[in-house]
């Protein structure tokens, strides 16, 4: 498999991507809420060296969400791509809608299930996590 490309929703920043999407989940956190004006997002974590910004590094913007958490977002258009936790040091979250619509990622579960909007009925068979860590078996 040959990278996958990526991009914000002008263009400005591209990237790409190698290796299977194995680590990915639906992240329902307020900051994931907030940052992408969504009930929740869909990550890939993977490790830093399999991310590769290949144009517009100039376009993104980190921004400390949290005390253990970065966020990175095109300054031109907002789209918010990557995240990193201080807790998983060598990982990278991509926005999975960021992907070429040929990601191929499967998503495994639910993150912060507990934070989730109950304005939207989410019937899928994934497991659910919730609790201050957003990671305990619901």
Request: charged residues 20%; neutral net charge; aromatic residues 8%.
């Amino acid at each position: 498999m040959g990278p996958l490309p990526g991009s914000c929703l002008c263009g400005g920043v591209q990237f790409e991507v190698t290796g299977p999407l194995d680590r990915v989940a639906h992240c329902h956190c307020t900051l994931c809420q907030r940052a992408h004006g969504a009930a929740f997002v869909t990550w890939a974590a993977l490790p830093n060296e399999r991310v590769r910004v290949t144009a517009g590094d100039s376009l993104l913007v980190h921004y400390r969400s949290s005390a253990i958490g970065t966020r990175s977002f095109c300054r031109t258009c907002g789209s918010s791509m990557f995240c990193t936790l201080d807790t998983h040091p060598g990982v990278i979250d991509v926005a999975v809608g960021c992907l070429a619509p040929d990601h191929g990622a499967v998503p495994q579960a639910h993150l912060f299930w507990d934070d989730r909007a109950h304005w939207v009925e989410l019937e899928d068979r994934l497991p659910r996590f919730g609790g201050k860590s957003g990671q305990e078996p619901r």
